[in-house]
């Protein structure tokens, strides 16, 4: 008997896993990935066949036609590239025009208004290091990029602002951000994600809860564990709450992206995190409370086999 030389790769049931979120959906607990147009996913949420361009694969008609495949398997996607710029009416019309209407997005507002300083790096160009006159400016946001939003309301669960690690004391970080959260129009959910160990305190997430407006719970390089961050007692500041599996405790998302990239599969199972995505899974729905929970590639290296084995 001849024996092959290597195995074959794990089958991947994405059927049973459109089935689990769609039953999760309806209690209103929303799983879905950071992004969307990864070619390593080819074989488990995406089909070759179908991007082929005169019989040869079609790197333009995959980034364009796989949003809607996509949705065959999530019923929620979180949209990370809004974070750095404010997208036209044109962007957005083809955006939710690519997928079916059932699709729910979370989106990042842009960092226009979430930097207080913009990062010492090249794309910044002559503004990198330089203060940004537009933080926590409520009326920059409104009028580029909720407004440019509007006909879409419907279809996003929720709006994201990310505040990176900062030097400013959280008594200076609230002083600025209560009224920009006062400030801000009551038609969509907001959360507010932050990347100070030391935020998370009674003020902070009273200032939240005062909003209705979710912590999101982070797993980051130099934040506290998701487990960690679910036992604060005080951490779930609104009547929803968002997760994000972003990295593993100590791991720099540029040694993530060299180590898991093309994210085709795991490489280093999270077990901890795991576990503690399911135990909030399990509180959600105890509670009813409505939960969106958002997997990267860069939280083990490959998110759909993350969240196949969370919600098994």
Known sequence: MTLPLFDPPPVFDR????????????????????????????DQI???????????????????????????TFPVVCGDFSFYQFPSPEYWHKLFASAPAGLRFALKAPEEVTAEVFPKHLRYGPRAGMRNESFLNAEA???????????????????IFEFGARGTALR??????????????????????VRNPPYLNARYFECLRE???????????????????????????????VVRALLRESRTYERAVEQ??????????????REA?????????????????FVNNRFEGNAPTTIHAITE
């Open 260 to 273: 898991f990239s093309p994210y085709d599969k795991v490489q280093d199972e999270n077990p901890e995190g």
């Open 141 to 159: 946001l409104d009028a580029l990029f909720l407004e440019p939003l509007a006909p879409y309301r419907d279809r996003i669960i929720t709006l």
């Open 172 to 193: 200076d970080f609230l002083r600025q951000l209560a009224p920009f959260l006062d400030a801000l129009p009551p038609s969509y959910r907001y959360a507010v994600e």
């Open 277 to 293: 995505l399911r135990a909030l899974i399990r509180r959600m729905r105890e509670e009813r409370r409505a939960a969106m929970i």
């Open 46 to 72: 995406y089909t070759r066949e179908r991007y082929l361009s005169r019989g040869k694969p079609s790197k333009k008609r995959f980034e364009a036609e796989c949003l809607a495949a996509y949705a065959e």
């Open 15 to 42: 059927a049973a896993l459109a089935d689990r979120l769609r039953a999760l959906a309806v209690e209103n607990i929303w799983i879905g990935t950071s992004s969307w147009k990864y070619q390593g996913w080819l």
């Open 211 to 241: 909003h209705n407006i979710a912590h999101v719970l982070n797993a980051w390089t130099r934040m506290p564990t998701l487990g960690e961050q679910i036992a604060i007692p005080d951490a779930f500041t609104a009547d929803f709450t």
